[in-house]
Protein backbone atom coordinates (compact mmCIF):
# COMPACT_ATOMS: atom_id res chain seq x y z
CA UNK A 1 0.00 0.00 0.00
CA UNK A 2 1.32 3.67 -0.71
CA UNK A 3 1.61 6.19 1.66
CA UNK A 4 2.10 9.96 1.85
CA UNK A 5 3.52 11.99 4.87
CA UNK A 6 3.93 15.45 5.73
CA UNK A 7 5.23 16.10 8.44
CA UNK A 8 4.59 19.87 9.07
CA UNK A 9 1.23 20.55 10.59
CA UNK A 10 1.84 23.63 9.51
CA UNK A 11 4.35 26.21 8.70
CA UNK A 12 5.46 30.21 8.49
CA UNK A 13 6.86 32.08 6.49
CA UNK A 14 7.34 35.64 5.70
CA UNK A 15 6.35 37.35 2.64
CA UNK A 16 9.02 37.60 0.03
CA UNK A 17 11.08 34.61 1.26
CA UNK A 18 10.69 30.85 0.13
CA UNK A 19 9.71 28.41 2.39
CA UNK A 20 9.93 24.07 1.33
CA UNK A 21 7.19 22.05 2.19
CA UNK A 22 8.21 18.04 2.89
CA UNK A 23 6.42 14.98 1.34
CA UNK A 24 7.62 11.84 1.69
CA UNK A 25 6.16 8.90 0.24
CA UNK A 26 6.47 5.44 0.13
CA UNK A 27 5.86 2.59 -2.78
CA UNK A 28 7.16 -0.66 -4.25
CA UNK A 29 6.44 0.58 -7.59
CA UNK A 30 9.21 1.81 -9.98
CA UNK A 31 6.82 3.91 -11.91
CA UNK A 32 4.22 6.41 -9.98
CA UNK A 33 3.49 9.97 -10.12
CA UNK A 34 3.43 13.22 -7.71
CA UNK A 35 1.32 15.54 -7.13
CA UNK A 36 0.98 18.67 -5.02
CA UNK A 37 -2.61 20.76 -4.56
CA UNK A 38 -3.06 23.96 -2.72
CA UNK A 39 -6.44 24.39 -1.24
CA UNK A 40 -7.35 27.93 0.30
CA UNK A 41 -10.14 28.32 2.53
CA UNK A 42 -12.40 28.50 -0.12
CA UNK A 43 -12.20 24.73 -0.74
CA UNK A 44 -11.25 24.32 -4.36
CA UNK A 45 -8.08 22.03 -4.66
CA UNK A 46 -5.45 23.48 -7.27
CA UNK A 47 -3.40 21.49 -8.89
CA UNK A 48 0.41 23.24 -8.92
CA UNK A 49 3.06 20.97 -9.76
CA UNK A 50 3.39 17.11 -11.31
CA UNK A 51 6.74 15.05 -11.08
CA UNK A 52 7.04 11.51 -12.53
CA UNK A 53 9.43 8.88 -11.46
CA UNK A 54 10.89 8.48 -14.45
CA UNK A 55 11.36 12.21 -15.02
CA UNK A 56 15.62 12.98 -14.51
CA UNK A 57 14.79 16.62 -13.99
CA UNK A 58 13.07 18.15 -10.94
CA UNK A 59 9.97 20.00 -11.79
CA UNK A 60 9.28 23.78 -12.25
CA UNK A 61 5.98 26.20 -12.73
CA UNK A 62 6.84 29.58 -11.85
CA UNK A 63 7.60 30.51 -8.04
CA UNK A 64 6.97 26.60 -7.69
CA UNK A 65 9.91 24.06 -7.77
CA UNK A 66 9.54 20.35 -6.72
CA UNK A 67 12.96 19.18 -4.43
CA UNK A 68 12.78 15.50 -5.83
CA UNK A 69 14.89 12.73 -4.20
CA UNK A 70 14.09 9.60 -5.76
CA UNK A 71 16.48 7.38 -3.58
CA UNK A 72 15.25 9.29 -0.24
CA UNK A 73 11.74 8.76 -1.39
CA UNK A 74 11.10 12.87 -0.84
CA UNK A 75 9.57 15.56 -3.16
CA UNK A 76 9.14 18.53 -1.15
CA UNK A 77 7.33 21.59 -2.59
CA UNK A 78 9.36 25.29 -2.70
CA UNK A 79 7.82 28.02 -3.35
CA UNK A 80 9.89 31.21 -3.94
CA UNK A 81 9.02 34.83 -3.22
CA UNK A 82 5.87 33.83 -1.13
CA UNK A 83 3.28 35.94 -1.24
CA UNK A 84 0.13 36.79 1.18
CA UNK A 85 -2.42 34.58 -1.12
CA UNK A 86 -0.03 31.65 -0.81
CA UNK A 87 -1.49 31.56 2.69
CA UNK A 88 -3.64 27.82 2.47
CA UNK A 89 -3.52 24.13 3.06
CA UNK A 90 -0.95 22.39 0.83
CA UNK A 91 -1.61 18.67 0.02
CA UNK A 92 1.14 16.52 -1.56
CA UNK A 93 -0.32 13.46 -3.23
CA UNK A 94 0.48 10.01 -5.38
CA UNK A 95 -1.34 8.55 -8.21
CA UNK A 96 -1.55 4.82 -7.52
CA UNK A 97 0.41 3.32 -10.47
CA UNK A 98 -1.00 -0.53 -10.03
CA UNK A 99 -4.39 -1.67 -10.52
CA UNK A 100 -6.18 1.57 -10.88
CA UNK A 101 -3.96 4.56 -12.26
CA UNK A 102 -6.90 6.56 -10.98
CA UNK A 103 -6.74 6.65 -7.42
CA UNK A 104 -4.60 9.85 -5.84
CA UNK A 105 -3.39 9.11 -2.23
CA UNK A 106 -3.33 12.31 -0.57
CA UNK A 107 -0.60 13.13 2.39
CA UNK A 108 -2.52 15.11 5.89
CA UNK A 109 -1.46 18.37 4.31
CA UNK A 110 0.36 21.65 5.53
CA UNK A 111 -0.75 24.74 6.57
CA UNK A 112 1.18 27.06 5.43
CA UNK A 113 0.45 30.99 6.50
CA UNK A 114 2.49 33.94 4.78
CA UNK A 115 3.24 37.09 7.21
CA UNK A 116 3.47 40.49 5.63
CA UNK B 1 -10.90 25.68 -20.53
CA UNK B 2 -9.58 23.45 -17.37
CA UNK B 3 -12.76 24.30 -15.26
CA UNK B 4 -14.48 21.76 -13.61
CA UNK B 5 -18.17 23.22 -12.15
CA UNK B 6 -19.90 21.88 -8.53
CA UNK B 7 -23.33 22.73 -7.99
CA UNK B 8 -24.47 23.87 -5.85
CA UNK B 9 -21.73 25.32 -3.79
CA UNK B 10 -23.87 24.97 -0.17
CA UNK B 11 -26.25 22.58 0.46
CA UNK B 12 -27.93 22.29 3.68
CA UNK B 13 -30.41 19.03 3.74
CA UNK B 14 -32.38 17.12 6.49
CA UNK B 15 -32.23 13.56 7.38
CA UNK B 16 -34.84 12.75 5.17
CA UNK B 17 -34.61 14.88 2.21
CA UNK B 18 -33.58 13.68 -1.63
CA UNK B 19 -31.23 15.48 -3.16
CA UNK B 20 -28.00 15.80 -5.61
CA UNK B 21 -24.82 17.00 -6.51
CA UNK B 22 -23.50 17.75 -10.14
CA UNK B 23 -20.42 18.28 -11.67
CA UNK B 24 -19.67 19.19 -14.82
CA UNK B 25 -16.47 19.12 -17.29
CA UNK B 26 -15.26 20.03 -20.63
CA UNK B 27 -11.84 19.07 -21.04
CA UNK B 28 -12.81 15.61 -22.58
CA UNK B 29 -11.36 14.32 -19.96
CA UNK B 30 -12.75 10.35 -19.45
CA UNK B 31 -12.29 9.63 -15.52
CA UNK B 32 -14.35 11.38 -13.02
CA UNK B 33 -13.96 11.66 -9.30
CA UNK B 34 -16.04 12.02 -5.76
CA UNK B 35 -13.74 12.80 -2.76
CA UNK B 36 -15.20 13.55 0.61
CA UNK B 37 -13.36 16.19 3.24
CA UNK B 38 -13.96 16.37 6.42
CA UNK B 39 -12.49 19.59 8.30
CA UNK B 40 -8.70 19.60 8.35
CA UNK B 41 -8.61 16.43 6.80
CA UNK B 42 -7.44 15.47 3.14
CA UNK B 43 -9.66 14.42 1.08
CA UNK B 44 -11.19 11.16 0.88
CA UNK B 45 -11.48 9.07 -2.20
CA UNK B 46 -15.56 7.70 -2.86
CA UNK B 47 -16.33 6.82 -5.92
CA UNK B 48 -14.50 6.50 -9.85
CA UNK B 49 -15.78 6.45 -13.10
CA UNK B 50 -13.70 5.54 -16.22
CA UNK B 51 -15.79 6.00 -19.71
CA UNK B 52 -18.85 6.36 -17.79
CA UNK B 53 -18.68 3.11 -16.13
CA UNK B 54 -18.01 2.71 -12.34
CA UNK B 55 -14.43 1.71 -11.99
CA UNK B 56 -13.74 2.32 -8.12
CA UNK B 57 -16.45 2.62 -5.15
CA UNK B 58 -14.69 2.43 -2.04
CA UNK B 59 -17.21 0.98 0.14
CA UNK B 60 -19.23 4.17 0.56
CA UNK B 61 -22.60 3.67 2.02
CA UNK B 62 -25.58 3.12 -0.52
CA UNK B 63 -27.30 6.18 0.88
CA UNK B 64 -24.46 7.67 -1.45
CA UNK B 65 -25.46 6.79 -5.29
CA UNK B 66 -22.72 7.94 -7.74
CA UNK B 67 -23.95 8.94 -11.56
CA UNK B 68 -22.50 9.20 -14.70
CA UNK B 69 -25.02 10.33 -17.29
CA UNK B 70 -22.56 11.34 -19.86
CA UNK B 71 -18.93 12.06 -20.36
CA UNK B 72 -19.12 15.38 -19.20
CA UNK B 73 -21.09 15.34 -15.85
CA UNK B 74 -21.42 13.05 -12.71
CA UNK B 75 -23.99 13.20 -10.39
CA UNK B 76 -24.11 11.85 -6.55
CA UNK B 77 -27.53 11.37 -5.71
CA UNK B 78 -27.97 11.77 -1.38
CA UNK B 79 -30.69 10.35 0.50
CA UNK B 80 -31.31 9.84 3.93
CA UNK B 81 -28.06 10.98 5.14
CA UNK B 82 -26.30 11.35 8.89
CA UNK B 83 -25.50 14.31 10.51
CA UNK B 84 -21.87 13.13 10.12
CA UNK B 85 -22.02 13.01 6.28
CA UNK B 86 -21.88 16.89 6.90
CA UNK B 87 -18.62 17.92 4.51
CA UNK B 88 -16.88 19.13 1.56
CA UNK B 89 -17.44 17.52 -1.71
CA UNK B 90 -15.11 17.59 -4.24
CA UNK B 91 -15.67 16.21 -7.52
CA UNK B 92 -12.56 16.05 -10.06
CA UNK B 93 -11.74 14.72 -13.91
CA UNK B 94 -8.42 14.17 -15.33
CA UNK B 95 -7.38 12.27 -18.57
CA UNK B 96 -8.12 7.78 -18.08
CA UNK B 97 -4.59 7.44 -18.81
CA UNK B 98 -1.76 5.68 -16.91
CA UNK B 99 -0.11 8.32 -14.87
CA UNK B 100 3.51 8.67 -15.54
CA UNK B 101 3.75 12.13 -17.48
CA UNK B 102 2.20 15.38 -17.04
CA UNK B 103 -1.08 16.37 -18.08
CA UNK B 104 -2.63 12.94 -16.18
CA UNK B 105 -3.22 15.46 -12.96
CA UNK B 106 -6.78 15.51 -11.81
CA UNK B 107 -8.79 18.87 -11.96
CA UNK B 108 -11.08 20.03 -9.10
CA UNK B 109 -13.87 21.47 -8.68
CA UNK B 110 -14.78 24.55 -5.96
CA UNK B 111 -16.82 21.78 -4.05
CA UNK B 112 -20.20 21.11 -2.57
CA UNK B 113 -20.18 22.01 1.23
CA UNK B 114 -23.01 20.20 2.78
CA UNK B 115 -24.14 20.43 5.93
CA UNK B 116 -26.93 17.37 7.29
CA UNK B 117 -29.54 18.69 10.37
Known amino acids: AQKITQTQPGMFVQEKEAVTLDCTYD???????LFWYKQPSSGEMIFLIY??????QNATEGRYSLNFQKARKSANLVISASQLGDSAMYFC?????????????FGKGTLLTVNP | DTEVTQTPKHLVMGMTNKKSLKCEQH?????MYWYKQKAKKPPELMFV???????INESVPSRFSPECPNSSLLNLHLHALQPEDSALYLC????????????????FGQGTRLTVV
Open chain 2, 92 to 107: ASSPATTGRRPGTEAF
Open chain 1, 27 to 33: TSDQSYG
Open chain 1, 51 to 56: QGSYDE
Open chain 1, 93 to 105: AMRDPGGSNYKLT
Open chain 2, 27 to 31: MGHRA
Open chain 2, 49 to 55: YSYEKLS
